[in-house]
């Protein structure tokens, strides 16, 4: 966090290279939660102007400078209605992931482009080059730290769904406590830790899958 910190101030204009991926993040994450849902017979969101790429509509202020600064963030929580749903368990399951998978499928894609822009004049651009790699980082890390099984991230909803009814006290503790325990691992440096080996390991991956696209052509 602390070094994130540092390196704005010790060159402002990252903050510049930063921006269009907190806002391709956040925006694509928070669509995908409401398309998801409308498909699966939610219209909620689809009628309070969420299902929209517009960032304006899905963009928490304070969730949005966190992730811009610290790199990690949050947009606003895009409403549902399970009681639409056919499938409760089963559509929970799929609307909570539906912005973890947009998030990792927009760093694959960005990966793929950002390996073929090495073969001409757009590798050599520091702009390019460095608003590329923030876009894959940020959606990276996006899908990273919301698949985290801690309320209210997306992977509570994901894990609620699925042992709710075998541990009920545990998913009501964490419920109630889990966005304390959240901010405490925050604090702490805990989740940076683990968000940092994760994405590290996934942009390894992804980067393995552009080379052999890369060299197919």
Avoid at 36 to 47: H, S
Avoid at 104 to 125: D, M, P
Avoid at 143 to 163: K, Q, R, T, W
Wanted: with cysteine; aromatic share 14%; hydrophobic share 55%.
């Amino acid at each position: 966090m602390f070094g994130r910190l540092t390196s704005i101030i010790h060159n402002p204009l990252s903050l510049v290279y930063t921006l269009p991926a907190v806002i391709i993040g956040l925006t694509v994450h928070e669509w995908a939660h409401a398309a998801a849902a409308n498909r699966l017979g939610d219209p909620t969101a689809k009628n309070l102007g969420r299902m929209t790429l517009n960032p304006l509509a899905h963009i928490d202020l304070f969730g949005f400078l966190c992730l811009l600064v610290v790199g990690f963030g949050w947009a606003k929580p895009v409403p549902v209605n399970p009681r639409n749903f056919k499938n409760y368990r089963r559509d929970d399951i799929i609307v909570s992931l539906a912005g973890i998978v947009t998030n990792l499928i927009v760093a694959l894609i960005t990966t793929i482009v950002f390996y073929f822009s090495l073969r001409g004049a757009l590798g050599s651009n520091e702009a390019f080059y460095s608003i590329v790699l923030n876009i894959i980082t940020i959606n990276l890390s996006l899908a990273v730290f919301n698949l985290l099984p801690i309320y209210p991230l997306d992977g509570s909803h994901v894990f609620e769904s699925l042992f709710m009814r075998k541990i009920p006290k545990f998913f009501m503790f964490m419920r109630n406590y889990g966005q304390y325990i959240l901010i405490a691992l925050l604090v702490f440096g805990v989740i940076s830790s683990v968000l940092g080996y994760v994405v590290n390991a996934l942009f390894r991956l992804f980067s393995w899958i552009a080379l052999a696209l890369v060299g197919l052509f």
